[in-house]
Nanobody, 129 residues
Framework: QVELVESGGGLVQAGGSLRLSCAAS??????????VAWFRQAPGKDSEFLVA????????SYADSVKGRFTISRDNAKNTVYLQMNSLKPEDTAVYYC????????????????????WGQGTQVTVSS
């Protein structure tokens, strides 16, 4: 069982930046055995895949909607994955979730179709115009 806790959300003006963190704990397996992704869900909309990072941090997979503005990274020594969000827009307003999946391949970055086993509770991001 992996527990994921997101933090770093808040209110920011359009054009601003935020860095979200996803801290993992509780697993009997090392954190570097998990593929990790970020999703978001806006009110009245379906969950949207944003980005994923491989176990070793060397491979990533981005949704077109955030490519060039958002950057994912991970620090396996700290059991934490980060999402740096720049040039934020009002349409980025949503609850942001991180998710994890145990995978065997160290360079597999998954994508929108990957099913994740563990989810955090989410952190609210609000971008004002």
């Amino acid at each position: 069982q992996v527990e994921l806790v997101e933090s770093g959300g808040g209110l920011v003006q359009a054009g601003g930046s935020l860095r979200l963190s996803c801290a993992a704990s509780g697993s009997g397996r090392p954190f570097n055995r998990y593929l990790v992704a970020w999703f978001r869900q806006a009110p009245g909309k379906d969950s949207e895949f944003l980005v994923a990072v491989s176990r070793d941090g060397g491979s990533t997979s981005y949704a077109d909607s955030v490519k060039g503005r958002f950057t994912i990274s991970r620090d396996n020594a700290k059991n934490t994955v980060y999402l740096q969000m720049n040039s934020l827009k009002p349409e980025d307003t949503a609850v942001y979730y991180c998710a994890a999946k145990f995978v065997l391949s160290s360079d597999y970055a998954g994508g929108a179709g990957t099913e994740y086993d563990y989810w955090g509770q989410g952190t609210q991001v609000t971008v004002s115009s």
